[in-house]
């Protein structure tokens, strides 16, 4: 399975977005917004008005996180502005009713779920959604450590969709660089999201090439 880089723009200068777009465009597969509300996490960023730029300036597909406690209030407004996928938490409940709405403005459907929060309560969703997002930081802030309870998540969710034949992508959002992409892709992550240690580097296009090697490199192993 082909290792995929999702670079969260949360770790790049909002004041220059689109060249910080343009210049890591080449070695992303994926752009991943992360969108906080203040209240399901103590932080917040951006939201629909920001996603609409972004589509304006790029074609790359635009991977919406929604850490927000009400995220089927703004689901329209993030489809209309253009994102490709968008995923909720299975924390904040609602789950059947916001993954049939996110299937019905077109949107990718993904399902996030917390560090603290069992990978069963993912399970009974997996054959509806495109995308399971693996928390391996608890959620909020960019640059926190990597959490190895992950790693039997993304590995369960690996062979539930193997053995269902799932089109599932497996994604994992926190801590990841050259050290911990390795031990992700093996487990079974095929999207890797990393904000830090892309953006936060002096060369981001170099950065992501490594973290994509440190990966590829673990699961050819
Ligand atoms: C954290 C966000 C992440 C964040 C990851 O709440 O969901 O996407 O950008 O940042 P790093 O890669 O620095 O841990
Ligand atoms: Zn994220």
Known sequence: M???????????????????????????????????DGHFVPNLTIGPPV???????????????????????????FAEAGADSCSVHVEVGNTADLIAEMRSLGLHAGLAVNPETSIEECEPWLDRIDLLLVMSVHPGFGGQEF????LSK????????????????????????????????EAGATMLVAGSAVFGQDDPVEAARAIRRAAEQAVAA
Do not use: N
């Open 51 to 77: 996603v609409r730029s972004i589509r304006r300036h790029t074609d790359a597909y635009l991977d919406c996180h929604l850490m927000m406690t009400d995220p089927g209030d703004y689901l329209k407004a």
């Open 2 to 36: 082909a290792i995929r880089l999702a670079p969260s723009i949360l770790s790049a200068d909002f004041a220059q977005l689109g060249v910080e777009i343009d210049r890591i465009r080449p070695e992303a597969d994926w752009l991943h917004v992360d969108v906080m």
């Open 154 to 185: 993304i590995a369960r969710a690996a062979s539930l969709a193997q053995r269902d034949d799932l089109a599932l992508t497996i994604e994992v959002d926190g801590g990841i660089d050259v050290r911990t992409a390795g031990r992700v892709a």
């Open 147 to 150: 959490m190895p309870v992950a």
